[in-house]
């Protein structure tokens, strides 16, 4: 069973820092593109960076580059997001997310773990 | 324009058939794939590709595609069906993913 574990979030203040990890397990983790959206409260979803399996190709949204950096650990199947400078806007659920490369989509996604923005 | 637009909300009578679209000049290159999500839950994949269905979705959930919209239909909507929708598909660049607004369907 495919399953993705966040982890890191909490309450930060303006312009401080925050990294996320995810635990993958279920799946060969190294084959696979891994993603970050994130979700506002009462909001829609936005994507936020995308690494592929071997860290080669690397994406961000506008919104967050610079800011944010992702990156993987194939050895110990997580997934990071190195979060700097952040904003009251970066507040949101973060979610962790597998893509399929058969499918060509994100196919599995974790729980979330909520970021709070706020001094 | 990477956008992708949905229309904010829908509803469909238990047993009946909702639309529910997407507009988006990326969909002219790429298919959009459809994700379910209920209150307090990550979203769940229910259609992606041509008209392709994720194990366990149920087969009265379809997708279609036509110039820059894509559309997912729910044929004999069900009231676990009630949540939120999302659309989804690829950037112009084709490197960055990129979400439609969202439709909440109400199953009256």
């Known amino acids: 069973e495919v399953q993705l574990v966040e982890s890191g979030g909490g309450l930060v203040k303006p312009g401080g820092s925050l990294r996320l990890s995810c635990a993958a397990s279920?799946?060969?983790?190294?084959?696979?593109?891994m993603n970050w959206v994130r979700q506002a409260p009462g909001k829609g979803l936005e994507w936020v960076s995308s690494i592929s399996s071997s860290s080669s190709y690397i994406y961000y949204a506008d919104s967050v580059k610079g800011r944010f950096t992702i990156s993987r650990d194939n050895a110990k199947n997580s997934l990071y997001l190195q979060m700097n400078s952040l904003r009251a806007e970066d507040t949101a659920v973060y979610y962790c997310?597998?893509?399929?490369?058969?499918?060509?989509?994100?196919?599995?996604w974790g729980q979330g773990t909520l970021v709070t923005v706020s001094s | 324009s990477s956008e992708l637009t949905q229309d904010p909300a829908v509803s469909v009578a238990l047993g009946q058939t909702v639309r529910i679209t997407c507009q988006g000049d990326?969909?002219?290159?790429?298919?959009a794939s459809w994700y379910q999500q209920k209150p307090g839950q990550a979203p769940v994949l229910v259609i992606y590709g041509k008209n392709n269905r994720p194990s366990g979705i149920p087969d009265r959930f379809s997708g279609s595609s036509s110039g820059n919209t894509a559309s997912l239909t729910i044929t004999g909507a069900q009231a676990e069906d009630e949540a939120d929708y999302y659309c989804n598909s690829r950037d112009s660049s084709g490197n960055r993913y990129v979400f439609g607004t969202g439709t909440k369907v109400t199953v009256l």
């Open positions: 990326s969909l002219r290159s790429y298919y």
């Open positions: 279920g799946f060969t983790f190294s084959s696979y593109s």
């Open positions: 997310a597998r893509e399929d490369p058969v499918a060509g989509t994100i196919d599995y």
